[in-house]
């Protein structure tokens, strides 16, 4: 998975652990109960894609050289017979279809010689009973033991190929799988909105957790915008920090993270600024480096 997928699958997993744990403050609300069921059965379809996306074919071009070299063994053992039994029966139809010689079961394309092993196996099988009673060394459990190195011999052939395409199916899946867990995600929140005013603690931990995070830095300070009245999370915030330099906008749940490679040990001020809302600006915040610090920008409608 790429780097976002996994931050995106992280955060899924967080919240719905969270959804979890304060099941008892949404109990009865069957619309949020079935996004929180969409919400796990989408990450369960990106387990099972992920784990097909993975599927590695270390070890299949070994297994395939050896059943090949296997098949073109048995091919030529047999082969031989054959040839000799065709002269001295003068029969120059089967003379003509194993006029093989080693190395045309050893080498050349691979496809190739499958086929020539497939006709030397069904001339054997044609000839058996009458090579047996002229005193060939030849058996009908040699024939069906090359047959049986030819099929496992097609069978690797195809699996290089197949996995390759299960991953290039599964990564193509999972692009699908996360377009439609954000959709999952996003009607989940819009149920939540009533709890910001009748259970904040529970609004609260539920955004915290459903937060994407990105997992290659530690935060510094994280700016979590709200509506003063409602306690409604906002996003697209203007967040900026004067000593940064930086302007970014809060995400879908009123974050804004600061990581320890914008802000060192020192003082800052923080502005946030939105449509309908006065600015705010919050001066001499303290930043430690280890820590994360959070500021509550708690937004006043116009």
Known sequence: ???????????????????????????????????????????TNIGVLEVKQGT????????????????????????VLLKDYAASTNNAVLAGEVDFTKTDFEYGAQSVVKDRSVIVNARAGTNLTD????????????VA???????????????????IGDRKAATAGLVTEFKKLGVDVKGLFNLMVPYARTNNAFYVAINDAFEVIDITRKIAMRVICTDSVTGVRLA????????????KKSSARGIRDFGEDEMITGNYIIDVIRGGYKPFRLENIKVVKGKMTVVNAVMVKL
């Open 145 to 163: 033991a090359l047959g049986s190195a030819i099929g496992l011999y097609a069978g690797l052939a195809g699996t290089p190929r197949a996995a």
């Open 56 to 79: 590695t074919i270390t070890g299949f071009a070994a297994a395939k050289k050896s059943a090949f070299d296997d098949m073109g063994g048995k091919a030529w053992d047999i082969c």
């Open 236 to 247: 697209v915030c203007e967040v900026s920090c004067e000593e940064v330099g930086k302007m």
């Open 1 to 43: 998975m790429t780097k976002k997928q996994i931050e995106q699958k992280a955060a899924a997993m967080s919240g719905s652990l969270a959804m979890t744990n304060h099941s008892a403050d949404y109990t009865g609300n069957t619309p949020l109960i079935g996004k929180q069921t969409a919400v796990n059965t989408r990450l």
């Open 131 to 142: 090579m047996i009673t002229a005193g060939y060394v030849i058996t009908a459990p040699a």
